[in-house]
């Protein structure tokens, strides 16, 4: 995929598409949500198979969510297994009182 490519919601997309949902303590979401930034433009963008990443925090200041999106399954995988992405995941572990990831396929898209 070219470097400037944007995160694309559609049913047919060829993705593998991460959402991740973490809990956190309001006084320590900025800190998740700029440790997940700091993953995604120091480690996670240049690694084969990105695509995009956004990184969502709630109103309430109790979760963060990362809408990610991979090549494949496989380049996602891949990005769990490399050490400088590990190290960033444990510090995001560490920050967030949960978090709950999966892949996900888009089944619907709606628009106004």
Known sequence: MPATTTTTITVDAPVATLINVFTVQADRQRELVDLLVTATEEVMQHLPGFVAANIHASDDGTRVVNYAQWETADAF??????????????????LADGFDPHLYAVASVHHR
Do not use: Y
């Open 77 to 94: 995988q891949a990005m769990l297994e490399t050490p400088a992405a590990q190290v960033h995941m444990r510090q995001a572990a560490a």
